[in-house]
């Protein structure tokens, strides 16, 4: 099992839809996650951090944290094309500088 | 605002030989991690440093070492090089925060593209 699970996709929705990305980790000392957004041959851009059990919100992004279930998702909402590209999970434990990332879910946004 | 600065670019060496790639972090940022990315892949960690020491080590092969200077910019160095070694390298930075462990935010270079032949 690897530590940072998402699907691959890809996933696509249509333009002004909202687009849910799923993630989950197998370590419960996790303490720190991320969502960074990567279009092709890019480097990975931060979209989201999040700590806490919860909501968080910015702008068109939603990020969900339950570490009971081990848990995090990425709710974006009216869709554009612009956001068509790899999201990635990324998962930092306790202690550790490490940061591990999860195989990506590419997203198609149809105009 | 300044961002991460990689070089070179893009890098063809042959196989066996030997390749260094740098790294300069955002200014005042004390942290340095490489990253290799291959075709379809998730970026898989090799290596950090803090404050110049090596922080914590991921699946970089024996072959390859790193450093990180008193300006603390970094290099990554590869020897033996093997076509599987083909991919893209970023490297990141961040500042470490005082009393609040693990929630730094990392922020990534644009990336060096070696190809192996």
């Known amino acids: 099992q690897k530590e940072v699970e998402q699907n691959s996709g890809p996933l696509s929705v249509p333009e002004g839809a909202i687009a849910s990305l799923n993630c989950t980790y197998s370590?419960?000392?996790?303490?720190?996650f991320f969502w960074y957004r990567q279009y092709s041959g890019k480097s990975p851009e931060l979209i989201m951090s999040i700590y806490s059990n919860g909501d968080k919100e910015d702008g068109r992004f939603t990020a969900q944290l339950n570490k009971a279930s081990q848990y995090v998702s990425l709710l974006i909402r009216d869709s554009q094309p612009s956001d068509s590209a790899t999201y990635l999970c990324a998962v930092k434990g306790g202690g550790g500088f490490k940061t591990i990332f999860g195989a990506g879910t590419r997203l198609f946004v149809k105009a | 605002a300044a961002g991460v600065i990689q070089s070179p670019r893009h890098l063809i060496k042959e196989k066996r030989e030997t390749a260094t790639l740098k790294c300069y972090p955002i200014p005042r940022h004390d942290t340095v991690y490489w990253y290799q990315q291959g075709p379809g892949q998730d970026p898989q960690f090799l290596i950090s440093f803090y404050e110049k020491m090596q922080s914590d080590k991921g699946s970089i092969p024996d072959r390859f070492s790193a450093q990180q200077f008193s300006d603390y910019h970094s290099e990554l160095n590869m020897s033996s090089l093997e076509l599987g070694d083909s991919a893209l390298y970023f490297c990141?930075?961040?500042?470490?925060?005082?009393?609040?462990?693990?929630?730094?935010?990392?922020?990534f270079g644009p990336g060096t593209r070696l190809l192996v032949l």
């Open positions: 370590d419960r000392g996790s303490q720190s």
């Open positions: 990141a930075s961040t500042r470490r925060l005082a009393g609040v462990q693990n929630q730094e935010t990392q922020y």
